[in-house]
């Protein structure tokens, strides 16, 4: 009887002729999350799950997959969406797509720190807004990078993206992180390890580039707002738990800081309905990893994960507890 695998939502062509190799596929039709309940009832009878950050993946899924699930293939970096132990412990493989989406993202990062410094969204509106408008010395300024610092907090393979993007507009860069980078990391990068606390005191822009886990949920508050310059920026395309919105809100309301650039937020697709009436704020919908080579390298990644373990050989990018 052939492996069944459960894809829960749209793939590229390209992972699903890997997948159809190795099993029978069932792609879900619905253009959009399933709920816990359909979650539950599409999975079952499952040999493989290919799910996206928005699935919740823990044991009651599992369990309702049945003993014949073997591999959960999250097309993303991040997992906080899986309860990776309770999976583990039923002996299931778990997967994820490091490495491919890394400069997609950093990309993306560089974009929205652009955008918000210099004050193109604003720009883009008052075009868009057909207000008169004539060019003179003080109209619309923002704020230049050269000699500026950035501040990386989680200097990983999309964080030292981000401070190669930086070094070429001239700026400076500190981290810090849950582990120090290695010394040729450093040198390449001009790159000074600091704790977090001075990271906001120093940095003119900080940039999120942490996992979201227990420790850096809500990282960003309203102590870690204060505790920035007056006129930094703070960009996000981790994930939105990382920052405390409503904090946030306050913080931008109040001239705190300057501005920010957020791609990613705390109720995806909902967002603090303030920070959708600032100017100094630049929203994208989680488009971090959207290109066409991007995310059809992550769906062939997690297909090949699955691909890997349904015919007995080792995962590609496995996750551990």
Known sequence: MPSTIAVTRWIPD???????????????????????????????????IVGMLHDR?????????????KVVANVAVGYDNLDVP???GRGITVTNTPGVLTDATADLAFGLLLAVTRRLGE???LIRSRTPWSFHLGFLLGSGLQDKTLGVVG???????VARRALGFGMRVVYSGRSRAGKEVEKALGAEYVTLDELLERSDVVSLHCPLTRETRYLIDADALKTMKPGAYLVNTTRGPVVHEAALADALEAGEIAGAGLDVFEAEPEVEPRLLSLENVVLTPHLGSATVETRTAMAVLAAENVASVLTGGNPLTEVRP
Do not use: H, M, N
């Open 123 to 125: 720009g883009e509106r």
């Open 14 to 48: 390209e992972a699903l002729k890997v997948l159809a190799e190795v099993g029978e596929v069932k792609l879900s039709r619905a253009d959009r999350p399933l709920t816990p309940d359909e979650l539950r009832e599409f999975v079952q009878g499952a040999s493989a």
């Open 57 to 69: 993946i823990d044991g009651e899924v599992a369990d309702a997959a049945g003993p014949g699930l």
């Open 155 to 161: 200097l990983g393979q999309i964080g030292q993206a």
């Open 86 to 88: 309770a999976l583990a």
